[in-house]
């Protein structure tokens, strides 16, 4: 089957650094998507990762392992407005969405 | 680019009445919209994928002939609640894929918020 397993929540400190796990199990695989969400709002984009490695893009960066399932989304610098729910998906090989549950984030000052 | 709007983007309506929702894309062509619902809390549950000019394809569990999805043009998709009761008290949010795409990105409308009363 697919599944997509990430955290519920998890909260941490204005100012450090957080990162949010991923793991996933599809039919076929194309490449991970990671999402933004604020309560009473839509999801932002945010990455997508098709090769292994660490992309970086400012305070954000993504890391995507294909060979072992896994992907994770590393936040630094924390700020108040980072306090959101990130969403783990993965495209199959039709390139459908495979969603993930979401990772509540609480930062804290 | 890829802008996606819905409207409205909240509607309180009485028990047993019907609620269009409109998703467009603005400066793309979308030939699959995806249309999900949110409860207070929770993740994001898709409800059914809708390719344009097609009968939309719905998740196990949802019902189509409550939730009537058209997608008439590659700009423009509708969701019908129809007869709808609180329980149907949601955030309604679509989205959509641009022609073409090569990787599955979908670009999200801001959400409709439904009350039923």
């Known amino acids: 089957g697919q599944n997509i397993d990430q955290p519920t929540e998890m909260t941490a400190t204005e100012g450090a650094i957080v990162q949010i796990n991923c793991t996933y199990q599809?039919?076929?695989?194309?490449?991970l998507f990671w999402y933004q969400q604020h309560a009473g709002e839509a999801p932002t984009f945010l990455s997508y990762n098709v090769l292994d490695g660490l992309e970086e893009k400012g305070r954000f960066s993504s890391f995507l392992s294909r060979s072992k399932g896994y992907s994770y989304l590393l936040l630094k610098e924390l700020q108040m407005k980072d306090s959101a729910s990130y969403l783990c998906a993965a495209t199959d090989s039709n390139y459908q969405l495979i969603w993930g549950a979401g990772t509540k984030l609480i930062i804290k000052p | 680019g890829a802008v996606v709007s819905q409207h409205p983007s909240r509607v309180i309506c009485k028990s047993g009445t019907s609620v269009k929702i409109e998703c467009r894309s603005l400066?793309?062509?979308?030939?699959?919209m995806f249309w999900y619902r949110q409860f207070p809390k929770q993740s994001l549950m898709l409800m059914a994928t809708?390719?344009?000019?097609?009968?939309?394809?719905?998740e196990q569990g949802v019902e189509k002939d409550k939730f009537l999805i058209n997608h008439a043009s590659l700009t423009l998709s509708t969701l019908t609640v129809t007869s709808a009761h609180p329980e149907d008290s949601s955030f309604y949010i679509c989205?959509?894929?641009?022609?073409?795409?090569?990787?599955?990105?979908?670009?999200f409308g801001p959400g409709t918020r439904l009350t039923v009363t």
């Open positions: 989205s959509a894929q641009t022609l073409g795409t090569d990787n599955g990105e979908q670009y």
């Open positions: 599809t039919s076929g695989f194309n490449g």
């Open positions: 809708s390719n344009e000019g097609s009968k939309a394809t719905y």
């Open positions: 400066d793309f062509q979308a030939t699959t």
